[in-house]
């Protein structure tokens, strides 16, 4: 670790049966040795709360803590997670445990900072046992406050589900060969779920404060490709820093996924340092085929991390180990040894960590961009209900889509959550919201009006937080609101898809792009709304679309706002940009170079700009001013301030 230049270490996350091995018995013995030989080495010990996973002992006396799924099967132990959120038995033994450690390690000068649970809700999510039941109905009632909200919220009278007390509340358990769950009930159960397991970490966290306290306090989230597991909006103001856990996606998307997924954390840091807490060196074990790192790429991501705003770089896991579940996984000490790649990139990338960290980088921020891409984990959660008009819809992927969009049209986006404040941008975009309240569609109106600029996706506020359907046409989100900032209304959705056998797979708009899965038809009722692109041609003739708006722009107090009416992959979505948005856009900050991930990270005394390629070649820079930091896969051209680039190369110069 010392060779590497390794300063910090997480440490015992799975290791409760070491510390505890049977109900009476602790041993903290190995964990002193480690975390003393660690600290006299220079090396922090961010210490688990150890409560992820319990001992085989634990489940085999209280097998009632066991996570129950929507089918009434025991979920049973030997794997991560096991064990029910809202289990009273379970947190007993578990705040035990937090409240020895903090006891145990509460002056360990060695002991920087608490790692609570590990990727909280990744196996226990979704629990269906009595525990929950009685939980949720408790829930409900707190949020609801009468029987008559929740008939009213949750729709009750389709489908003879009138609910007389709290005590008739169901969760969402299976229902035979019907999924189609009522969407409030659903969404509701995401919520609760959400809410159960940020109780339980604030209930490990305050146990632990109550002894030890002035040590900060993290656990790492889980936004990477296809998940953003929590409502970490909810979250991030509950950890002193906030740290994620991030695996890279295969392909040309590679950088743009890593980076689209940073932008969000870099949002939920709050102006604070945050941990990459875990990536990995190279392959993971978990997909069906698992492609390795390429030369290079082991530094790249790690510093894209840095440069997308990360100020600790960490990886899962030290030593690749000899046997267990994930032997097959990367790690920092690959199986093979020292004397290896793997080992030397992790090397190689120590020192231009020391580098960075050396040269001032510590303590700089992220540039801001000018547009924030609006993210809400209702939204996503709410695209899963399988009672929409397309089951294909998806906010994260097309959160994602605007995200390359925009870098592909030579501008930095960046990804805020929905319920933060994002007054200060000048554009902002709702991919896929589905869900907006009448307060969402309120502030999102008072910003078009003030100036600024807001453009609204497909299927974006077509239902309210409790999946009621907006009335008077689409996106009936807001009483109306919605619609008459965007001047426009929608009557009927035109979804493609396979499963319309000799029907178009594709419909053309008259400015050239392509829709593949939705189309609103869109009516201008805007009196100064421009139509900017209209369905057209023989696809659209067929399903009657054709002359008919597709995306519109309309003028709204000192601002305006675009109604994107259909789907449109990155492509189109880029030519949108470049057409519509490059004015708007103009005093945001700009990427001249597309081919190129340009970064800026400032503090009072400097500015550190990063340069990655994203894509396979090498690119050519000019003009970039300051002093060269780190040249990875780099070579310096011969006039001042040209570089060349390679492929998965880095450059980070400080002004
Ligand atoms: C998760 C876990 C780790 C490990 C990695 C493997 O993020 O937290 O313990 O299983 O995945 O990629």
């Known amino acids: 670790m010392g060779q590497a230049g390794v300063n910090t270490v997480a440490l015992a996350i799975f290791s409760w049966d070491r510390i505890q091995p049977t109900e009476d018995r602790w041993n903290f013995g190995w964990l002193d040795r480690i975390i003393e030989k660690l600290g006299k080495a220079g090396i922090a010990t961010d210490l688990a709360s150890a409560t992820a996973t319990a001992p085989l002992w634990l489940y085999e006396s209280h097998p009632e803590v066991l996570p129950v799924d929507r089918y009434g099967h025991i979920v049973n132990a030997g794997s991560r997670q096991s064990w029910q959120p809202t289990s009273p038995v379970f947190k007993e033994y578990a705040l035990r445990l937090c409240r020895r450690l903090a006891e145990h390690y509460k002056d360990n000068p060695y002991v920087t900072a608490w790692h609570m649970g ?17 939980a949720f109905r408790t829930w409900c009632e707190a949020k609801y406050g009468t029987i008559d909200a929740l008939n009213e919220a949750w729709g009750t009278a389709f489908w003879s589900q009138h609910v007389n007390s709290f005590d008739e509340v169901l969760l969402p358990r299976h229902m035979g060969g019907d999924a189609m769950v009522n969407p409030p009930q659903q969404l509701d159960y995401e919520r609760f779920g959400n809410d159960m397991l940020l109780d339980f970490y604030k209930a490990e966290r305050d146990a632990i404060e109550q002894i030890c306290p002035g040590k900060p306090f993290t656990t790492n989230f889980m936004v990477s490709t296809d998940q953003c597991v929590m409502d970490y ?13 991030h695996y890279f996606h295969e392909g040309e998307s590679h950088l743009d996924e890593l980076a689209c997924s940073d932008a969000l954390m870099d949002s939920l840091a709050l102006g604070k340092p945050w941990y990459v807490m875990e990536h990995s060196t190279s392959a993971v074990q978990w997909k069906p085929l698992n492609a390795r790192k390429r030369a290079g790429e082991l530094m790249r991501d790690s510093l894209a991390h840095v440069a997308m705003g990360a100020d600790a770089i960490c990886f899962f896991q030290w030593r690749q180990s000899k046997s267990g579940a994930e032997a097959f996984h990367s790690a920092m000490l690959p199986h093979a040894g020292a004397d290896s790649k793997v080992f030397r990139g992790v090397c190689e990338l120590g020192k ?14 992220l540039e801001r961009a000018g547009t924030a891409i609006l993210f809400s984990s209702e939204s996503e959660w709410a695209t899963r209900s399988e009672t929409l008009p397309s089951m294909k819809l998806n906010h994260w992927h097309d959160v994602r889509d605007w995200y390359r969009g925009f870098l592909d049209a030579g501008l930095r986006a960046d990804v805020v959550p929905l319920a933060y404040d994002w007054t200060d941008y000048k554009t902002i975009v709702l991919p896929t919201v589905l869900s907006l309240s009448d307060e969402d569609v309120r502030r999102i109106a008072d910003f078009a009006k003030t100036g600024g600029t807001v453009i609204v996706g497909y299927a974006t506020g077509l239902v309210d937080e409790y999946f009621h359907i907006g009335l008077g046409g689409y996106p009936g989100a807001g009483n109306g609101l919605l619609r008459d900032m965007l001047g426009i209304r929608s009557e009927e959705f035109n979804i493609l898809g396979e499963e319309a056998e000799g029907e178009p797979s594709e419909i053309s708009l008259s400015n050239g792009l392509t829709t ?23 696809e659209a003739d067929e399903w009657e679309l054709d002359g008919m708006a597709a995306v519109t722009r309309n003028p709204y107090g000192a601002g305006e706002a675009y109604f994107v009416g259909c789907d449109l992959d990155v492509a189109d979505l880029t030519k949108l940009i470049r057409t519509y948005l490059a004015a708007p856009a103009q005093s945001q900050q700009s990427q001249a170079n597309t081919d190129v991930l340009h970064t800026v990270r400032k503090s009072a005394d400097a500015a550190f700009d990063f340069y990655l390629p994203r894509g396979k070649k090498e690119v050519e820079l000019q003009g970039v001013e300051g002093e060269p930091v780190v040249l990875f896969q780099t070579e310096r051209g011969e006039e001042n301030g040209s570089y060349t680039v390679r492929r998965n190369g880095v450059l980070v110069v400080r002004r």
């Open 352 to 365: 231009a960590l020391k580098t960075l960290s050396d040269a001032g980088l510590q303590g700089t921020e």
């Open 118 to 134: 590990n990727e909280y809700g990744w196996n226990n999510r979704y629990d269906y046992s009595d525990n929950a039941l009685a």
């Open 516 to 538: 593949r899965l939705w189309q609103n038809d869109v009516n201008v009722t805007g009196e100064h709304a421009q139509v900017l692109a209209t369905y057209a041609g023989e």
């Open 233 to 245: 909006a909810k979250w991030a103001g509950e950890v002193d820093f906030v740290s994620n856990d």
